[in-house]
């Protein structure tokens, strides 16, 4: 189904979601549409975010706002949903988008099979009425979902369109790029050489993929390795965990931009504690890579100084390699927590592979490697 036919059915004019490869058609005709446009199009930090976001909106204007995400944010929105927009609390209608990874069936990475199972169910459980869009999805089957919704939504309820692989298509392409020049692959191998033999916790999405390969390139164990394939927005307090029961132990955090601001608080309880061996590293290329290369707030902010003010004692911001090098250099050699936000450049290896390790087998061969250096 085109997404123009989509977006007509639903009739809304306020979008605001955390962008989805199996929503990238919907994402590509936002961003070509609106942009990021304070009245029409935002982009929010996680699900849940996005939710008080549009229960404002509705407050403000008394329409029906729309929500998108990939399936893996239902956790996130649960609070909201159940404690604020529910009609046993403020009854706010809502419209969510949710792109189906893992769905029964069909092959999908492993942080995705057991969302992908529950995924309708959780939606029910929440009072959320669900209608499921394949490709064989005609126009009138969802005109006329649409139409019964139309009744929940006035009584207050809230409703979800749960969007199966290559049902929705977009023919406008839509480039996304930023001015940076250092790329995330070879800014990863950098930091995989100043960490040598010390653990690593990686971030879902491209990082951790390219993190495996150049450990597969050099010939070198994966059990130095954490790859952190789902939980986004959590990578910095898995390392947080790791490193305050590894003492003496340095301690890697390979982040991401969206994955940082996805669940930013962590900075705060980071920076409260401040482990004296854990070196946390923000890739920022401004961008949802992984899921289209649909912008992220992170591009706008300094995220140096915002670490500062959450605690960390030091924090510095490079755009180069040297500066780079320079930076780790000094993080192996020297004590503290401190942040390393590197600025990355939009883009990845088209041949760029996955693990070839199962998420289990990595989790054993890193606790295994933890435990030897008791």
């Given at each position: 189904?085109d997404?123009?036919?989509f977006v007509?059915?639903?009739g809304?004019?306020?979008?605001?979601g955390?962008?989805?490869?199996?929503?990238?058609?919907?994402?590509?005709y936002?961003?070509?549409t609106?942009?990021i446009?304070?009245?029409?199009?935002i982009?929010a930090?996680?699900e849940?975010?996005c939710?008080?976001?549009a229960?404002?909106?509705?407050?403000?204007?008394?329409?029906?706002?729309?929500?998108?995400?990939?399936?893996?944010?239902?956790g996130?929105?649960?609070?909201p949903?159940?404690s604020?927009?529910n009609?046993?609390v403020?009854?706010i209608p809502m419209i969510f988008?949710?792109?189906w990874r893992g769905?029964?069936?069909?092959?999908?990475e492993?942080?995705?099979?057991?969302?992908g199972e529950?995924t309708?169910?959780?939606l029910?459980?929440?009072?959320?009425?669900?209608?499921?869009?394949?490709?064989?999805?005609?126009?009138?089957?969802l005109?006329?979902?649409?139409?019964?919704?139309?009744?929940?939504?006035?009584?207050?309820?809230q409703?979800?369109?749960?969007?199966?692989?290559?049902?929705?298509t977009f023919?406008?392409?839509v480039?996304y790029?930023n001015?940076?020049t250092?790329?995330?692959?070879?800014?990863?191998?950098?930091?995989?050489a100043?960490a040598?033999e010390?653990?690593?916790?990686?971030?879902t999405?491209?990082?951790?993929?390219e993190?495996f390969?150049?450990?597969?390139a050099?010939?070198?164990?994966?059990?130095?390795?954490f790859?952190?394939v789902?939980s986004?927005g959590?990578?910095?307090?898995?390392?947080?965990g790791?490193?305050?029961?590894?003492?003496?132990?340095?301690?890697?955090c390979?982040?991401g931009?969206g994955?940082?601001?996805?669940?930013?608080?962590?900075l705060a309880?980071?920076g409260s504690?401040?482990?004296d061996?854990?070196?946390h590293?923000?890739?920022?290329?401004g961008?949802?890579?992984?899921?289209?290369g649909m912008?992220t707030?992170a591009?706008?902010i300094?995220v140096?100084?915002v670490a500062?003010?959450?605690?960390y004692?030091?924090?510095?911001?490079?755009?180069?390699f040297?500066?780079?090098?320079?930076?780790l250099?000094?993080?192996?050699?020297e004590?503290g927590?401190?942040?390393?936000?590197?600025?990355?450049?939009?883009?990845?290896?088209?041949?760029?592979?996955?693990?070839?390790?199962?998420a289990?087998?990595n989790?054993?061969?890193?606790?295994?490697?933890?435990?030897?250096?008791?």
């Open positions: 189904m997404v123009r036919a007509k059915a639903l809304a004019d306020f979008y605001t955390v962008p989805d490869s199996q929503l990238k058609a919907l994402c590509n936002l961003m070509d609106y942009g446009d304070p009245h029409h199009h982009i930090a996680n849940g975010n939710t008080a976001l229960a404002g909106y509705h407050l403000a204007t008394g329409r029906v706002p729309v929500v998108y995400m990939q399936n893996s944010g239902e996130n929105i649960i609070n949903v159940a604020l927009l009609d046993k403020y009854a988008v949710i792109g769905q029964p069936g069909i092959h999908d492993p942080q995705h099979i057991y969302q529950v309708v169910k959780l029910e459980d929440m009072d959320i009425r669900v209608f499921v869009i394949s490709q064989e999805t005609t126009e009138d089957e005109n006329a979902v649409m139409s019964a919704f139309r009744d929940e939504l006035e009584n207050g309820k409703v979800a369109f749960v969007i199966r692989k290559g049902a929705l023919d406008t392409k480039e790029r001015d940076n250092m790329v995330r692959e070879e800014i990863v191998r950098h930091i995989a100043a040598g010390s653990p690593i916790i990686s971030t999405g491209k990082a951790s993929r993190l390969e150049i450990r597969e050099n010939g070198q164990s994966h059990q130095y390795d790859l952190t789902g986004m959590h990578t910095s307090s898995i390392a947080l790791v490193a305050l029961n590894t003492p003496g132990q340095k301690i890697w390979i982040d931009d994955s940082m601001l996805m669940h930013m608080g962590a309880v980071n504690i401040a482990p061996n854990l070196v590293i923000v890739i920022n290329n961008a949802h890579e992984t899921v289209g912008p707030a591009a706008h300094d140096v100084k500062l003010a959450c605690g004692p030091k924090a510095v911001s490079v755009d180069t040297p500066a780079l090098d320079a930076a250099a000094e993080a192996a050699s004590p927590l401190r942040l390393i936000e590197v600025k990355c450049s939009i883009g990845a290896r088209a041949d760029l592979g996955r693990p070839t390790t199962t289990l087998e989790k054993q061969h890193f606790m295994e490697y933890l435990k030897s250096l008791d």
